[in-house]
């Protein structure tokens, strides 16, 4: 992995936690849907939202991990990212069957009642699990800035000694 890997990971990182950030903002608008077609409109696009999620998770995975010198671990990290991604994705699927469910009630009472649960669940639930999305994506990006000073001090490490090397040869050869 070079340093171009690494900002193109932190860059990955930043588009994650934009998505992330989209697919809730996509439930809340569900929650102020005025009619079934428009919640239906709102939603359709959440399985392409946690695809291209998931998608750029595994490719950021793919790219070779690394453990920084300090021991934090981007390896660890990623699975600590994908576990708070699930446990958001679970909790998000829930307010979204509740609003189904809101749409096909019997009765304006019980429309009622679903559509409070679902809110509550966005909030109480939901959103506590997308904050634990963002922390486990900011320690992430904590490591790669942590692996990135390490590959820079290695790279520095590098420089300095080939240019010892260069010097030494030089003077053994205007002996």
């Not at 439930?27 to 695809?51: V, Y």
């Not at 994506?137 to 090397?165: C, F, N, Y």
Request: aromatic share 4%.
């Amino acid at each position: 992995m070079c340093s171009s890997d690494l900002t193109l990971g932190a860059a990955d990182l930043a588009h994650i936690s934009a998505d992330a950030m989209r697919y809730r903002n996509t439930i809340l608008r569900a929650l102020e849907a005025d009619s079934q077609k428009d919640f239906e409109r709102i939603t359709e696009s959440l399985p392409t939202q946690r695809a291209k999620i998931q998608h750029a998770i595994d490719r950021y995975a793919a790219a070779g991990l690394r453990v920084s010198r300090s021991g934090r671990s981007e390896p660890e990290d990623i699975e600590s990212v994908r576990r708070s991604l699930d446990q958001y994705f679970s909790a998000a699927s829930t307010t979204v069957q509740l609003l189904t469910q809101e749409w096909t009630a019997n009765s304006p009472a019980e429309r009622e009642v679903l559509r409070r649960k679902a809110e509550e669940h966005a909030s109480d639930n939901a959103g506590p699990k997308m904050i634990q999305v963002s922390l486990a994506l900011d320690h992430l990006l904590d490591t790669v800035a942590d692996v990135a000073k390490d590959m820079r001090d290695e790279g520095t490490k590098t420089i300095q000694a080939s240019s010892i090397d260069r010097k030494s040869t030089r003077l053994n050869s205007s002996h």
